[in-house]
Structures are given as C-alpha cells and as structure tokens.
C-alpha cells in the first residue's frame, strides 16, 4: 500500500529537501508553500502531514485548528520556534510531533517512519475517506458531518469499496465479503444493496459508489 504524506512549508527550498529525502524512501510525497490552497476534502487521503509554524497567511497552528477534525493521521510540526510554550501550543491544538529547524535528512526519515510504523500498528477507530468518514467500531458513516444510516450489509459494502478506493470489484467478490461462502441469497442482491446506498447519498449530493459497466462497482469519494 502506497503511503502518501503532504508537506506545507512557504520555503520551496525545504519543501525540495522533503521530496527528495521521502521518495527515496518509497512514499508519495505531495507539497503546497500556501495552506490557504489546500484542499480540504482531500487530506483524509493521507497517511501523515508536515506542517510548518511560520508561514504567511495562515501560520501552522491555525491551520492546524482548522483541519485536525478532517485529517485523521499523525501530524508533525517542522519548526523553529521550540519554545516550551510554542510546542505546547502545538500538542494542545492535535499535533503529534515536532521537527526542529534545521532537521537532518536521518532524522526526517526517522520520525516519519516512526509515526507511519505506529499508525500500521494502532488502526483508528475512524477513517476519513474524502468527504466521508467512516467510524470503524461502530460502524457509522459520516458525509459532509452528517450521518448516513445504513443497513450492516450496506455500511458493510461502502467499507469494503471505501478502504480499497479505486480498485474496482465485481458483484460476486463484494457479496463473498459481506455475506460469506455460505450467504443465502446470490450476487444479484449487491445491485439491489448499491441502489439504496446511491438513495441514501443523494441528500448529500455524492455518489461514491461509481458502476463499472461489466466488471463491477468501486468508491471515486
């Protein structure tokens, strides 16, 4: 699984220096020097954040106010102002970390892999998905902060596409996932299952559930 991380940072020097230090690693790396650009439908797509403190604009810790209920993954301030009060600013408000300016390459790598490894090991309880959120425990679905309210077997099916966004699966592989070898009814009931969650999306104004004419279904967000 690819592990995507967005870096914001005004300097387009160390933004380069992130780039180059985790794509040798293997990540995805995305940046933006203007947090008032970011999409925020998008930030539950990622696995981690960096986040400068000092920026024009909008500085990190208002931001950082700004996105946390929307990004469900670890956030890491890279900053220079390592003030007692300042970090404590910063971990009060949701970060998870802080990176001194100026950091090491090893170090960079470290911390993030250190807080991706964790992530891997700990699932949370919810995970966003674009505009939806899916609350894994209690298996609950959010759209926009609303609630939509599923049947088992339909939350089930939006999980399933969910997790997997993208990849595009037939009617038979989703009913073996819900429903089991052992289910009663057959595959057909999927197209009946997908039809109600499309009616329960409306209100929102999405449809996730994107039909792939003779292969299947799968989530676009």
């Excluded at 300097?11 to 040798?24: T, Y």
């Excluded at 102002?81 to 949701?94: I, P, Q, S």
């Excluded at 390459?105 to 892999?113: F, K, M, N, P, S």
Aim: proline share 2%; with cysteine; hydrophobic share 40%.
């Amino acid at each position: 699984m690819t592990v995507k991380v967005l870096a914001i940072d005004d300097e387009e020097g160390i933004l380069k220096v992130i780039r180059r230090a985790l794509e040798r690693e293997g990540y995805e790396v995305d940046t933006l020097s203007d947090p008032l650009k970011a999409d925020l439908s998008s930030l539950g797509n990622y696995n981690l954040i960096l986040l400068d403190v000092m920026m024009p604009g909008m500085d990190g810790f208002e931001f950082l106010r700004k996105i946390r209920e929307k990004a469900d993954c670890p956030i890491l301030f890279l900053t220079a102002r390592t003030g007692e009060e300042d970090v404590m600013t910063g971990l009060g408000l949701g970060a998870d970390d802080y990176i001194r300016k100026p950091f090491g390459i090893g170090e960079l790598r470290a911390r993030v892999e250190a807080h991706i490894r964790r992530e891997n090991r700990q699932k949370h309880h919810a995970v966003a998905i674009g505009e939806t959120k899916f609350y894994l425990k209690e298996k609950r679905l959010l759209c926009k902060e609303q609630e939509i309210f599923l049947t088992k077997s339909e939350y089930e099916i939006c999980e399933y596409l969910a997790l997997h966004q993208g990849q595009v699966f037939s009617r038979e592989r989703i009913y073996e996932y819900v429903f089991g070898f052992d289910g009663e009814a057959d595959s057909s009931a999927i197209t009946e299952h997908v039809k109600n969650i499309r009616a329960k999306f409306r209100m929102t104004g999405l449809e996730p559930i994107e039909t792939v004419w003779g292969i299947g279904y799968r989530w676009k967000g």
